[in-house]
């Protein structure tokens, strides 16, 4: 059971560099996230899609962008990359109101 | 502005013992709380979760306290294991919403052997 599959697990980029973060879910569901996690700050939203064809801005969206490719695929696109973006991205997806389900991140390093 | 607040950041406790974290929340709307388990490498995983009609939910040493009048919600983890020692998040949504969950910031529970 795949769940939800992320890639890249690690990256390491040069500031201005851009870079495309995967994500796909197999369980049919139509809500899809982006999340980041920093030490002391917990998981922070940066867009969310509720269904297929529709995205929108989290609480942390800035120097980022999405694209719902279709109801498996979420993905998430540093434009140009700083070192601020340096975190532990975590895609999810669930049912509307109920569990979330994590895949097991992509550690990005912006140099 | 933090709709969920959560404590202690860190927690250590011995093996068999009782483990306790709290959250609070602002948002009256929040009708879903669910608990995280994050182990170190790992993405959250759901752990536990209550809804305001009831006061406690209990998932075998796991158990969730709501107090709805006070607005705050607690994880209670009786007789802890060195195995639990995870990061742990509380959550809170509306349904009234679009179910964007927000989540506190964390525990990190060590339970020593």
């Known amino acids: 059971n795949a769940g939800v599959t992320q890639t890249p697990k690690f990256q390491v980029l040069k500031t201005g560099q851009s870079m495309t973060l995967q994500c796909a879910q197999d369980?049919?569901?139509?809500?899809m996230y982006w999340y980041r996690q920093d030490p002391g700050m917990g998981l922070r939203l940066i867009y969310y899609?509720?269904?297929?064809?529709?995205?929108d801005k989290g609480e942390v969206p800035n120097g980022y962008n999405v694209s719902r490719l279709n109801k498996r695929e979420f993905s998430l696109r540093l434009e140009s990359a700083a070192p601020s973006q340096t975190s532990v991205y975590f895609c999810?997806?669930?049912?509307?109101?109920?569990?979330?389900?994590f895949g097991e991140g992509s550690r990005l390093t912006v140099l | 502005q933090q709709q969920v607040k959560q404590s202690p950041q860190s927690l250590i406790v011995q093996k068999g013992g009782i483990s306790i974290i709290n959250c609070a929340y602002e948002?009256?709307?929040?009708?879903?709380f669910p608990w995280y388990q994050q182990f170190p490498g790992k993405g959250p995983a759901l752990l536990i979760a209550i809804r305001p009609d009831v006061s406690e939910k209990k998932e075998g040493r796991f158990t969730i306290s709501f107090n709805k009048s006070a607005k705050q919600f607690s994880l209670h983890i009786m007789d802890s294991q060195p195995g639990d020692s995870a990061t742990y998040f509380c959550?809170?949504?509306?349904?009234?919403?679009?179910?964007?969950?927000?989540f506190g910031r964390g525990t990190s529970l060590i339970v020593h052997p």
């Open positions: 959550a809170a949504s509306a349904s009234g919403g679009s179910y964007i969950p927000t």
């Open positions: 948002n009256t709307a929040f009708d879903y």
């Open positions: 899609s509720a269904s297929e064809g529709t995205t």
């Open positions: 369980m049919n569901h139509n809500s």
């Open positions: 999810a997806s669930s049912l509307a109101g109920g569990e979330l389900f």
